[in-house]
């Protein structure tokens, strides 16, 4: 059976994770589970963050689109650093039959929503070939430098901090659905529906929050880890968030941000919401003392945000509570999203 999305984690830990070349300790944080960024020491207290991801190329979303996204995820790893990325460089295997003027509209877009971020361009490489049925068109890599002190990560998590979620579950995937099979989604759900979740899609980024946050210093530094939701949706942010902190976890489903159109959306598709992707939504986790303020710094900005459970000692487990069961938070390694959206290509949805 075919698998798509990441890499199974045993895989990463066992082949890749465990041989990365040189030894150097510069390297304040290198690969591993649930880590968005790399962070390497650069002296006088400063420091480079560093995250990659493929770039898109979808038919069914378009040139524009794709690029959006290829600029947008890898962005988002950054921002969970609490830093704005500041570089990028791309690496293009594109498909042969790619004409001029869709590699020249393709180029400008990524250009632009760069421009737009403060990303300079600083590099890269472009080629041509057969790549087959894929929508990934090559690699993105960014860069921020920042004050060592100030970096977060999810591999600074520690018990008793409180679970700060913002926007919704599934917010990614519902967009991409909606926009990628538009007639469906507005035949079954309504047009209301479906043109809402299509707005979202443009919002498919965290850089807002963290620009939010950053206004507040004592808000701010109180922040200990971020940790965007992509593969695996919320459920999976937080297994991956606790795996790098090497703590425990609570967590309500009740409290839980799903928005009636992701709901629906999801149930159209047959996805559950709390595993699908959920780039643009963002997991903070912060000092208890400084929640209040920052729900309310959140919602000055028009940021919907909730607290959805707390960090626990290891030896608690990984729990989410649904109605009066107490759940273990299982690893899954598929993420339901891509099995939903190739099966819609291959009914020939639209």
Known sequence: MAKWGKLEREILEDVLIRRTGARNKKVAQGPGFGVDTSIVKLGGGQCLVVASDPTSLIPSLGIRESAWL???????????????????????????????????QYWHEIHTFCAEMGIAITGGHTGFDEVGNTTISG???????????????????????????????????SAILARSFPHRATSELGAEIQRTLVRNFSQISILSEVKCLRQNHSIFQNVVGMHDVTEGGVLGAVYEMCEAGKVGVEIKEDEIPLGAEHKAICGLFEIDPYRSLGAGSLLLACKKSTTYELLRLLESENIAAKRIGETRDRNEGRILIRGHSRIPIEYEEEDPYWAAFFKAIEKKWS
Not at 73 to 102: C, H, K, W
Not at 148 to 160: E, L
């Open 70 to 104: 290829s600029v947008v995820l890898t962005a988002n790893d950054i921002a969970t650093s609490g830093y704005l990325p500041q570089y990028a460089q791309f690496v293009f295997n594109l498909p042969g039959t790619m004409s001029r003027e869709d590699l020249q």
């Open 139 to 173: 690699g993105v890599t960014m860069f921020a430098v920042g004050h060592q002190d100030m970096v977060k990560s999810t591999a600074m998590v520690r018990p008793g901090l409180d679970i700060i979620m913002t926007k919704s579950a599934a917010f990614s995937s």
